[in-house]
Every structure is written in C-alpha cells, then in structure tokens.
C-alpha cells in the first residue's frame, strides 16, 4: 500500500510547453487592458501596440504602427512643441510623467496618465520608448462630482448658518424695537387718558398697536420660516411638532406627527436635514395634494432613523418627465444623500403621496460638525 507522502503516477499536471521569453513579455503586455502600453522609435513613432492602446485610444495595430505619437496630442499641445517636449525630457532623465487631455482616434478626448521611460541599449544608446498611458477620465469625473457634494453641502451648512443669523437678528434687535414702540404706544395712551382731552386720539393710538401687534407677528413666522427657535433650543421632535400645528393652523390640513422619544439626540445637522425635508413635503402638500391629512413619522430604530410622510391627497403621476424648475423633490434627495440614507416616493394620481427615508445610524450622530456654534 502506497504511504500518504507517496506521489500517485499521474498525479502531477504534464509540464507546459516552453515559452521564449518574449513570448511571456508579449503575453503580459497583451492581457493588460486597462493600460495602453506600446513602444515609440527615438523620432516617436509608434513601433508596437497592445489590446489595452486598442481600448483606450481606438485605433488598431495597422491604423497606428508607423505613425508618429503626436497623434495622440490635442492641436493645442501640438503647437506648443509638447510631444517632442516630452521626449526630449524623457531622453534626458530617463523618464517623464505627465497628466493632461489626449484624443482618441474618433476625436474624443480623455484624460491620460502619461509615462514615457527612455530605453537604452547595453552601450546607452538610445534605441526607443516605452510609452504606458492609462485613461483617468472616470476616476477624473468621480472626483469631481465628489468635489461637486461636498460643496452642496458646505452651501448647504453656510445657507442654514446665515439663516439662523438673520432669524435672531429679526427676533432679537427689530423685535426688541416692536415691543418697544408697543410700549411707548402704550404709555402714549395712558397719558392721553388721564388729561380727560374730549378729542383725545384715543382711536389712533389703538390702531397703531394693533398695527405693531400684526408687524410683530410677521415678524415671528418670518424670523421661524427661516429658522424655528425651537430646532435649536428644543430639538428635532419640538420643532416637528411646532412644525405640524403652523401647518395645520395655516392651511387648514390636519399635518400629525409621531416621533419616536429617543429621536432627540439627533445631531445639528442632521436635525436639521430632517426637519428640511419634512417641511418642503408639507409645503407641496399645501401647494399640490388638496388633501385631508398628513401623518409624519419618525421612528429611531437600533439601524438609524426611518421617516414617512404620506398624505391622502390628489398624488402624482411619478414617471411624467420631471419639470425643469422643481426642486423640491430633487433638494430632498440631495439633503438625504448628503446623509448617505435612501428615500422613495410612490405615488399614483388619486391615490396620495407618500416619502419613504432612511438614514443610517451612523450620520445621525455625526455630520458636517461646522455648523457655526457662533450663529446659534
Ligand atoms: N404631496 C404631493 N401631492 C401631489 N403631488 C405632489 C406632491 N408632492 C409633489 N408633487 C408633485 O411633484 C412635483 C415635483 O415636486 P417638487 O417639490 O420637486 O416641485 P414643485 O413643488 O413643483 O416646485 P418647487 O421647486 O418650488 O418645490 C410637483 O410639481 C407636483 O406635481
Ligand atoms: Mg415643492
């Protein structure tokens, strides 16, 4: 019986064939293809091309082998001597790289990678170069578009930020002026009464703190509209509930909200996030459902925070091409994004609206934490 270490005849895989070594260096440039690798001659015409160059640039072995590399250069770049620039420093130090726009055979441009390495012979002499370009347009455009949110949200923050100091400073100094001219009206009155005048402006004086009753009042809802006290002194379940009763008294839709107890130690940003997206859903509410009710709800679960709004209105047709100037849904999006969460809109025409989100746990604690203490 054959011992465990024993080899079984059969049991090694039959040796591969040879393979020259250029054959093997063939091989590896051939199943690169996310790098265009080829050799240029020392005058820079291209003298070899790999799947990866036919990928990148679009033109096949024939079409290209031959031809000198400046093809690859936008005509800016050409007539700025840049090609043989390159090679000249290549030459020189052994090894250029560069980033920058190049054209594909169809025109197209795309932003490239660029090392150019000089090749020398055993006695130095320089006999080519090796060229390997790799296509960041992708990786460019990802880039941007991250540059893109992060500066929404910084927008975002610096927007709410000048907002709560405009909302204090209406509150604090023009409504602090309101209640005294109030007094002063008031003070006015009492001395008119006790001189016992007949043709005492009795009236007037009436009217004026009426008048000065209604400016404070609009003065209040704008300074809230813009940052509701209670977001910051109370918190996210406050405000909400302040939220749904100024609704309700407003536009005579009844708005509830249920929230969970814990949702109180939602962070700045995020509290405000939420309470946003709640009050542009009551605002289309009151613009486009022509409901009954609207019921907000908040549950905090152990994963993060779930929120619904669903109104028992007129709905909308969802798949209708969206139009060009709303925002709304869109700046809910773009605010639940920013909090890495999801959210849905289902509607028919009929039938309600209603807005599933989630945030995940992790962004209700934490957040662009620059919101300006020295605004609050
Ligand atoms: N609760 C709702 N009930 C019925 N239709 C709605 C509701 N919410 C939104 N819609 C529909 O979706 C569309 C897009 O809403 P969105 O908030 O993006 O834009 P808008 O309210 O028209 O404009 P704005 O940019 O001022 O918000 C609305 O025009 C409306 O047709
Ligand atoms: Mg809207």
């Known amino acids: 019986m054959a011992s465990s270490n024993e080899r079984v005849p059969g049991d090694q895989p039959a040796p591969l064939p040879e393979i020259a070594i250029e054959d093997r260096h063939h091989l590896l440039i051939e199943a690169v293809h996310d790098h265009a690798i080829f050799m240029l001659d020392p005058d820079g015409h291209v003298t070899s091309w790999n799947t990866g160059a036919q990928r990148i640039k679009g033109y096949a072995p024939d079409e290209i082998i031959g031809r000198h590399f400046s093809a690859f250069y936008t005509p800016d770049d050409i007539a700025a001597g840049k090609p043989a620039r390159e090679l000249e420093l290549a030459g020189a130090a052994g090894r250029v790289e560069d980033e920058g726009w190049r054209v594909r055979r169809d025109g197209s441009r795309f932003w ?83 001189r016992d005048e007949p043709a005492a402006p009795l009236g007037e004086t009436h009217e004026l703190q009426a008048q000065i009753d209604a400016m404070a009042a609009s003065l209040r809802r704008i300074a809230a509209d813009l940052r509701p006290p209670l977001l910051d002194d109370l918190g996210l379940c406050a405000a909400l509930d302040w939220l749904a009763d100024d609704f309700t008294r407003r536009y005579g839709v009844r708005a509830t909200v249920r929230i969970s107890e814990n949702a109180g130690d939602i962070a700045e940003f995020s509290a405000t996030t939420i309470f946003r997206i709640v009050q542009e859903a009551l605002t289309n509410v009151a613009r486009h459902a022509r409901a009954r009710t609207v019921d907000v709800d908040v549950v905090r679960t152990g994963a993060g925070c779930s929120i619904t709004i669903v109104d028992d209105g007129v709905g909308a047709q969802l798949d209708a091409a969206p139009n060009a100037r709303s925002f709304g849904l869109l700046g809910m999006r773009e605010r639940v994004r920013q909090l890495e969460g999801s959210i849905a809109f289902h509607s028919t025409p009929g039938a309600g609206f209603r807005i599933e989100i989630d945030v995940p746990e992790r962004s209700l604690l934490a957040g662009p934490n620059d919101m300006d203490a020295s605004a609050r």
Do not use: C, Y
């Open 112 to 194: 490239a990678n660029v090392v150019i390495s000089a090749v020398r012979d055993e006695s130095g002499v320089l006999r080519g170069f090796a060229k390997v370009t790799r296509d960041m347009t992708e990786r460019m455009r990802l880039a941007a578009l991250e540059r893109a949110s992060e500066v929404s949200t910084q927008m975002q923050v610096a927007r709410e930020n000048e907002q709560k100091r405009i909302a204090r400073e209406l509150h604090d100094d023009l409504g602090q002026q309101l209640t005294a001219l109030k007094m002063s009206v008031a003070l006015l009155e009492a001395r008119l009464k006790t």
